[in-house]
């Protein structure tokens, strides 16, 4: 009879197999045209996500907006930002932008000093802004294409790509200075909080103006993923693989407002609340870098 401990061993090395060959699938099936080769699958994920967040999150984020100071909330979120600081941090070296990582190094060193932890900005008004980088995006860079559109239950919209990228996103949240169980998940719980009641406005114009909000809110997901891996300039033509709305002319409208309610979900969740509810991260994402505006046409 087999020992249990090799019966066990067996049982892991099966399930890594498995999970190797169905990422290997879906990375396959996925398509530049077709990037949602498990749509109905998604489609259901995504159902259940919208029915957590129209019972639960958006009235808890409502309420803490109404009975929170402002300064209270900003603060907070400063700190979270400050923390998932870090991690940008490491993917700007990772992504070999030595200059850029420098000056979030820069960034996080005033806000944690000067700032207390975090809790004051100084950095923004001394224009050292902040960035906006995960592992998804750092593998991008180096040429791992994103596979299948995936859409996480609580977890939110991803890729096979950026899925590598949420165990650092949830290490480097607020609530791993937890020394308690009960701090962990209440810091995770706050940090989630905090960032849906900052995209209340956002989610409340996609839901205006979205005829397929499921079909909307992976267009702009996918477009902003693009859009950060080639810091707002994506090219014209890609391979295959990579994102369908990488042409100016298939930007969905009002994608500003969808691409900051698809990642609102994942960015919130990563910070470790239910392993949950993005992002990446501690705050509502920045957006995505834009050209400078053109000058007026000669007359």
Known sequence: MMPVASTSRLRRVATLGAAVLLAATLQGCATR????PIESWNRQVFAFNESLDANVLRPVATGYNE???EPVRNSLRNVFNNVRDVWSTVNLFLQGRFRDGTVSVMRVTINTTLGLGGLVDWA????LDRPNEDFGQTLGVWGVKPGAY???PVLGPSTLRDS???PGDLYFSASTFGDTDAATFGLAGLQLISVRAGLLDATGLLDDVALDKYAFTRDA???RRQNLIYEGNPPDEDEPLDDPSDDPEDVPPAAAAASVSAEATTSATTSG??????SSAASA????????ASAPAKP
Do not use: C, K
């Open 67 to 69: 009975v929170t100071p």
């Open 150 to 152: 995936i859409v996480w």
């Open 285 to 292: 994402p920045a957006p995505a870098p834009s050209t400078p």
């Open 221 to 223: 997901y996918l477009q």
């Open 124 to 127: 923004t008004p001394m224009r």
């Open 33 to 36: 045209q077709h990037p949602d």
């Open 273 to 278: 609340a239910t392993s949950a509810a993005t």
């Open 164 to 166: 590598v990228s949420i």
